[in-house]
């Protein structure tokens, strides 16, 4: 069988919070499911290869999210693998990039990726804490829950869906979390979103690979548990 | 008359009442158990004399110490390595690293010329005009507690700006942290320290222009704006230090592992700056054998428990490192109080694979997050709610437990244990 290819997209420049949680659950869950994978670190210095099966862009300050953009516009192999259908993951930092335009360094507008037809500011107020949004029915994916940390504002445009509706925390700024269009998924949850939100991760897995077989219950005992655990922290009763 | 009392004499009148009433909300706070007091009493120091530190650190030489890891440590080791000097030396021994904790060291000890003043790393920039330091030190920059610390370029900038705005400052640096070593770089009087750099995940990239650094080694430098690690001369040469004349000699430190020796040197660096010569300063250093109950050795039910405190990604690589090899078993704790910052997500940062086959233990408020963690990294372990319960489930199989904790998680292990010093 062919190596399931996760590419994670410039380590070097985009990885503030954990986000290597985001690489190794979806290793995880493949290979709970007998799907070999293959893990493909680009560096900012590097080319980033046209043939993998999901890209992972993870948060950053707002310099290196500049620079990141500056050179995923101009390497292409991003933009040519969303174009043939690969799934593409991004969060916090990497959400905003991939819009038409997000706030740099003292707000300067900065053109994004133009990968989801969103448009990103500076908000009055940081956005700190957990978070717990519900998905869009559509997705089958449930509650969201995880933890942002932005100041970021963002306005959806015609061309994408949200991707859930905020119950704790800010999300968008506007009600909504995260956006999605065709195999393109953003969200503000940051760091490790997939660590609590298996479902999440399986929905990538999904578009990726098709319909996935079932794996012993007991292999995400754990995942559950924590999941509850923190939304019950974070939703009041 | 007391020591205090008699340095009050010459503070303005504003100035003596704010520490009069500041050092009795200490007693107060002290009183209650609600820690050393030294935060509260500051507190409402600088609120009756915004200008208190300055006027409490005029005509002392300070020392002011900073970086993501570390800190306490290496203030410490400073102060043990200043002592040939003679007389009192202030210090915010608690950890108490923001204004109002030196304000506290300050004036709790009103006679001392020298203050060596763990400083946090944001309070840099208002530290440096408030007390005009003889030195600056520059351990490490990292990721830490990101919900609510500053995002650590934007950090380096407003060091590089403070200190480039005091001439007279002499600033000892970690040249092997790129970081740090721009932050310092535009300082009039560098000492350049090789500490080395166990954590490398926030310094891939230049931290002037952007670009991937080139790396070899130890060594660093950016091709495009030409940045490169400054030329050395101290050095942690695996456990000896190299001094600026070429001369190595052993360390020898009873504090464990690589960023202990590491902190050693700067701290020796420091001494040199001071005139304390190496073998009188390292003679010093060797006596240190536990920072804040840090390293301490205690015995619980038969189990000698060691407690070692880590607190961001780069701050367990290093505690990793210390721990005892297998088969001694191992106690992780994570807790996400403010002090620990809210967010677990930095646990994805560490490599926990080195604790395949061991025996491992997992605690803290956190607990659950930990698990989840380890499970991604293939290691076995058994949860834990309390550190009975772990030394009983080694006790009969282990005579030790090296314990690794997080901030809030530490301390609540120390208080279990009896206060540890």
Redesign the interface.
């Known amino acids: 069988m062919r190596p399931l290819r996760l590419v994670w997209i410039y380590?070097?420049?985009l990885?503030?919070?954990?986000?290597?949680?985001n690489v190794?659950?979806l290793e995880?869950r493949a290979r709970l499911r007998g799907i070999p994978v293959e893990i493909i670190e680009v560096?900012?210095?590097q080319q980033v290869p046209r043939d993998g099966d999901i890209y992972l862009m993870g948060g950053g300050?707002?310099?290196?999210q500049t620079?990141a953009t500056r050179r995923l516009l101009a390497d292409g192999g991003l933009h040519a693998a969303a174009e043939r259908g690969a799934v593409v993951f991004a969060v916090c930092a990497g959400y905003q990039m991939m819009g038409v335009e997000f706030g740099g360094a003292d707000d300067t507008p900065v053109q994004g990726l133009g990968l989801l037809d969103i448009r990103s500011g500076r908000g009055e107020q940081r956005a700190?804490?957990?978070i717990v949004a519900d998905v869009d029915p559509g997705l089958n994916v449930g509650r969201l829950t995880g933890?942002e940390?932005h100041q970021g504002v963002t306005r959806l445009g015609p061309g994408v869906r949200p991707l859930a509706r905020t119950e704790v925390g800010t999300g968008n700024g506007d009600g909504t979390e995260g956006s999605y269009a065709g195999r393109v998924l953003g969200t503000y949850l940051?760091?490790?979103a997939l660590?609590r939100n298996p479902n999440l991760a399986d929905l990538l897995l999904f578009w990726a690979v098709g319909p996935l077989p079932p794996f012993p219950p007991e292999a995400e005992e754990?995942?559950k548990?924590?999941r509850a655990?923190r939304l019950a922290a974070a939703v009041p009763q | 008359m007391d020591a205090n009392t008699h340095h009050r004499t010459r503070l303005p009148i504003r100035a003596k009442l704010a520490t009069t009433v500041g050092d009795a909300a200490a007693s107060v706070s002290r009183l209650a158990g609600k820690g050393d007091g030294s935060v509260i009493g500051g507190r409402i120091g600088l609120r009756l004399e915004p200008d208190l530190l300055a006027l409490l650190a005029a005509g002392r030489q300070v020392v002011l110490v900073t970086g993501t890891n570390g800190k306490t440590t290496t203030t410490r080791l400073i102060t043990a390595a200043l002592a040939p000097l003679g007389g009192q030396i202030a210090s915010n021994i608690y950890g108490a690293n923001m204004d109002a904790g030196a304000v506290s060291a300050l004036s709790r000890t009103p006679d001392a010329r020298i203050a060596v003043l763990e400083t946090d790393e944001k309070y840099i920039p208002s530290m440096v005009r408030a007390t005009g330091p003889r030195v600056v030190t520059l351990l490490n920059l990292s990721r830490d507690q990101m919900d609510r610390a500053a995002e650590i370029w934007l950090l380096a900038r407003r060091w590089r700006e403070a200190l480039a705005a005091a001439p007279d400052c002499r600033v000892v640096a970690n040249a092997d942290d790129p970081l740090v070593a721009w932050a310092a770089g535009a300082s009039r009087q560098v000492t350049w320290v090789a500490a080395g750099q166990a954590w490398r995940e926030d310094s891939w990239c230049c931290p002037n222009c952007g670009a991937h650094l080139q790396r070899d080694g130890d060594d660093w430098s950016c091709r495009e704006c030409g940045l490169r690690r400054p030329p050395v001369s101290w050095m942690l040469y695996d456990d000896e230090v190299i001094d600026p004349s070429g001369r190595s000699t052993p360390l020898e430190l009873a504090l464990p592992g690589r960023a202990n020796r590491a902190n050693a040197v700067v701290a020796l660096a420091v001494a040199e700056a001071f005139g304390v010569r190496l073998a009188q300063a390292l003679r010093e250093i060797r006596d240190v054998t536990s920072v804040a109950g840090r390293y301490t050795q205690v015995s619980r039910r038969g189990v000698d428990i060691r407690l070692l405190l880590a607190k961001n990604p780069a701050g367990w690589l290093e505690a990793l490192d210390v721990v005892a090899p297998a088969p001694a078993p191992v106690l992780l704790a994570v807790n996400a109080q403010g002090p620990d910052g809210r967010d677990t997500s930095w646990l994805w940062d560490v490599d926990f694979r080195r604790l395949r086959g061991r025996t491992v233990l997992v605690g803290g408020e956190r607990r659950l997050d930990l698990a989840v963690r380890l499970e991604a990294d293939e290691v076995q372990f058994r949860l834990v709610s309390t550190i009975d319960e772990a030394v009983d489930a080694v006790r009969t199989g282990s005579a030790n437990l090296e314990v690794l904790a997080n901030y809030t998680a530490f301390q609540q292990y120390r208080t279990a244990l009896g206060r540890v010093q």
Not at chain 1, 15 to 21: F, M, Q
Not at chain 1, 61 to 64: H, I, K, R
Request: hydrophobic letters at 30%.
């Open positions: 380590p070097d420049l990885s503030t919070y954990g986000d290597r949680g190794l659950v995880r560096n900012s210095d300050e707002d310099l290196p620079l700190v804490g957990e933890f940390n940051h760091g490790p660590v754990l995942a548990r924590l655990e």
